[in-house]
């Protein structure tokens, strides 16, 4: 039967698994809520419960807003550079004057500006009832004697930093300036005067920042004054000991030795023409008569004149000298006199040959001359380009000296004007005004909040209660932890288990009008408990279609738990159904059934297996139910009752009352105290495990089964008994006692 329970259990569990989703973890903490729900609802109560306490005791607060922005615009009244630098105003610098609204600086004005050191809600308790009660308690435990005025504004200023608020709007340059006080025409005055104290105070900075420049500034002009006249003098004193001297913005050697260059270009080009001359006139010495292309390039009418009288004496001798014969005297006379003129044409050529070589000496020695200057100016102009690079140092030192001087003068004209008209970027664009209606506390948030609180904390206490609860409460519990069937599940009785009334019928009857719990499905057969063992009887009947289930041992895991009560209501069901039923007692250890029972009983199992005893003597008959009832007897004196449990005698005996009787059913000892159980498993056909619902721990009955598989192999299931309905039913509703009050309390069914 148990492999089959654990097939069950298995495949239950595998379809839980793949039928997981949102609707299956909804559900789940769904039945978390209803199993918890007079936990949430005690905690949420509770919160509202403290919310109303707070809105009735809190005193109203009302806030007022006033709107500053910082402008981005130039706002200037001179269009010079700021001495201080333009800062460019970007987020970074609109969080820092946030900053700068929320310093002391700020606060400690407005509470000097208006007195607040003198207003009770700076310097005393908080309002309402809370804060009277936390003043009070302040006021026992603080010092008596009154306190300075720094201590005063200490407080005073704790209290204004707690109840303001500055913030930017979005990424705008607008920043909002909040205050909250009792009084709404406070809040608006207070808020206002925050926004003229950061006006004020960023003049005042500005102010004091100009200043401190312009001092800083005097100072460093009187010494960059005097470094750019040392700087100057500097350059003066160098050309003059080095000879430097500027003419039309260039040096003086410059200006000479571009004119003596000049100069030498022209001397050079004269010498070569002179020469050119003398060569030419030297190439005529050559000839006899120079032709007429040199006769008219000289340009010398003498020679032009000499040469006409040449050509026409030549003509005429050579006329003469073809007619009357060369020797003729006329010949003669024309050829003397063509000598003649030929020779005062040479000597007019020396003569003009000796006045170009004259012109070519001269030429040449004048640029001798223009050369040695050049290199006396190109030698003394060397000298005055080394100085120069010094000059040229001493200048740029003396420029920059100068330029320095005169920006960092204008820049003390600059400060001296905004000295006399400090301006600021920021500007109030909306006056905080007196609020209508308060601030907090706001009902609707709080009662919300109180809410959300109380079922945020509900819901995690009632999680930590599941979490913590580690016993068995539903039957899937039963399944999933143990692998086996829960096969009924037995509501708490009333009144404690005494069995005065049962031991009525076998004895003298009790004073005692306590109902009788171990015949309580005889005297109600229509409750909820005796349709609880009807359906073990059911559960012992199927399973008798697979194997023999003559013999039913009932065991539990700890003493208490209704293992005697269950077996003595079993017995009584199945016997006063007709059958032949026999209730053993084998609690050797404890044999409280047979003290209900049979207390005068002085036999039992223990002699009847000793043979000390035959059983029809020692057997008693409930005359209602015609139940069989076999007492322990005396077992003060065992020692080891697993052995006797555990002997063939006893096997005897069970295999006796087989045969006897239909069912026998007994009432076992409790598994984790003694280990008498587990040697009664060879003639037990099966065991009914029973749990005490709700407080047993699900990890001892998990260890006791494990470390018993010989029970486990046998075990029909497990009854959860003593369960609260009332709470049973937010745990599994079908099991409740909603549907059985329902519809079976009219025919007159009791519960």
Known sequence: MLQLNKSTSEINREVMEVDSSPSQTLAYYLEIVRRQFPTIIAIVSACVIVAVLYLFTAAPQFTSTASMVIDTRKVQLFQQQSVLG?????????????????????????????????????????????????????????????????????KALGVFAKNRTIKRLGLTYVMEIGYTSKDPAKAARIANAIADAYIVDQLEAKYQATRRASVWLQDRIKELRTQASAAQRAVVDFKQANNIVDAGGRLMNEQQLAEVNSQLIMAHAATAEAKARLDRMNEMLKQEIPDANVADALKNDTIVKLRGQYVDMASKESIWAMKYGSDHLAAVNLRRQMAEIKKNIQDELKRIQESYKSDYDIAVTREESIKASLANVVSESQLTNQA???????????????????????????????????????????????????????????????????????????????????????????????????VAILPALGGAASAT??????????????????????????????????????????????????VLAVTSTLPNE??????????????????????????????????????????????????????????????QTMLAILPTGATSKLLHTNEVLASKPMRDLVALLRSKYDYVVIDMPPMAPVVDVRVTSPFVDSFVFVVEWGKTKIDVVRHNLRNAPEIQDKLLGVVLNKADTKLLSRYESYHGRYYYQKYYARYGYVD
Do not use: W
Not at 458 to 484: I, N
Not at 523 to 542: G, I, Q, T, W, Y
């Open 86 to 154: 333009d800062i460019a105003i970007d987020s970074a610098t609109v969080e820092t004057q946030v900053e700068i609204l929320k310093s002391e600086n700020i606060s400690l004005a407005v509470v000097r500006d208006l007195h607040l050191i003198e207003d009770p809600e700076f310097t005393g308790s908080g309002g309402g009832v809370l804060g009277a009660l936390l003043g009070f308690i302040g006021g026992i435990f603080s010092d008596q004697h009154a306190s300075s005025e720094f201590e005063q504004t200490r």
């Open 562 to 623: 209704g293992k005697s009560t269950l077996s003595a209501n079993l017995a009584q069901l199945i016997a006063h159904g007709g059958a032949r039923v026999i209730l053993i007692d084998a609690d050797l250890r404890n044999p409280s059934l047979s003290r209900a029972l049979r207390p005068d009983a002085q036999a039992g199992l223990v002699e009847v297996i000793a043979h000390k005893a035959q059983l029809e003597d020692v057997v008693s008959v409930d005359p």
């Open 388 to 486: 120069q690079i010094q000059l040229r140092e001493l200048e740029s030192t003396a420029q920059s000296y100068q330029a320095m001087y005169d920006n960092f003068l204008q820049r003390y004209m600059e400060s001296v004007q905004q000295q006399s008209f400090p301006i600021t970027e920021a500007r109030v664009i909306s006056a905080a005004t007196t609020p209508l209606g308060k601030s907090s506390p706001k009902s609707l948030l709080v009662l919300a909040a109180a809410l959300l609180g109380g079922l945020m904390l509900s819901f995690g206490a009632a999680m930590a209660r599941e979490l913590s609860d580690k016993v068995f409460r539903t039957t899937g519990q039963v399944e999933e932890e143990l692998g086996t069937n829960c």
């Open 501 to 550: 009334g049962l031991a009525s019928k076998f004895g003298p009857k009790a004073s005692n009008p306590q109902q009788d719990l171990l015949r309580y499905v005889v005297d109600n057969p229509l409750s909820r408990f005796s349709e609880a063992v009807r359906s073990l009887k059911v559960a012992v009947d199927l399973n008798s279609i697979v194997r023999e289930n003559r």
